[in-house]
């Protein structure tokens, strides 16, 4: 069974500070893997997808890094604003199922 | 890409009562999944619906419970019953969509059970 962990639990930071968010998975045989965000009482926003054939992916200050091998990805959010605080949800979808296993997130708060 | 919507977006019920909440999606997807999320707590998938079939049910959840309908590709409702204040939670559509099987979900509809 896939086992999702993303360290820290929770992160605050001053504003302008990069960001590293951690995911961790113990199952290489990934079909794909997203990021998503969600904040207090909301639904979740996708914001970046990476393929099991890809090594990163960007979209404006957003950059996610996928090593398969280790089963590693990384969220890097460059310059942080006070609007990027927010639950950040990392999930993935195996080869062989539909169904996604989510990390439990990490909070981050962005200090202005 | 799929746009999501949910009704309603936020209840308050009593402790026996039942409550349906409808999801609708802006495109056809064959696969609807609805999730809960407790109080400080990531995602646990309740089923999947597909047009045409009966629900799958995850682990810990039965369909007495969480009765699912899935009239079209378009729309799903999820039904709470018998409700009781362990229910309170979001609760979330989801789809998949597209050829790189991207996952959407909904904007979530806040249950409190009192």
């Known amino acids: 069974k896939q086992e999702v962990t993303q360290i820290p639990a929770a992160l605050s930071v001053p504003e302008g500070e990069n960001l590293v968010l951690n995911c961790s998975f113990t199952?290489?045989?990934?079909?794909?893997l997203q990021w998503f965000r969600q904040d207090p009482g909301k639904g979740l926003t996708s914001l970046l997808l990476i393929q099991s054939s890809q090594r990163e992916q960007t979209s404006g200050r957003l950059n996610a890094s996928l090593d398969k091998s280790s089963g590693r990805s990384t969220l890097y959010i460059a310059a942080s604003q006070p609007g990027d605080s927010a639950t950040y949800l990392c999930a993935v979808r195996p080869r062989n199922d539909y169904k996604l296993s989510f990390g439990a997130g990490t909070t981050v708060t962005v200090r202005a | 890409s799929a746009v999501i919507s949910q009704k309603p977006s936020r209840d308050i019920c009593q402790r026996g009562t039942s409550l349906t909440i409808q999801c609708q999606v802006d495109?056809?997807?064959?696969?609807m999944f609805w999730y809960r999320q407790q109080p400080g707590q990531s995602l646990t998938l309740i089923a999947t619906?597909?047009?045409?079939?009966?629900?799958?049910?995850e682990s810990g959840f039965v369909i007495d419970k969480f009765p699912i309908s899935r009239p079209n590709l378009t729309f799903s409702t999820l039904t709470v019953s018998n409700m009781s204040p362990e229910d309170s939670s979001i609760y979330l559509c989801?789809?998949?969509?597209?050829?790189?099987?991207?996952?959407?979900f909904g904007p979530g509809t806040r249950l409190t059970v009192t």
């Open positions: 495109s056809q997807v064959t696969m």
């Open positions: 989801s789809v998949i969509a597209g050829e790189i099987y991207e996952q959407y």
């Open positions: 619906a597909n047009q045409g079939s009966e629900a799958t049910y």
């Open positions: 199952d290489s045989a990934i079909y794909n």
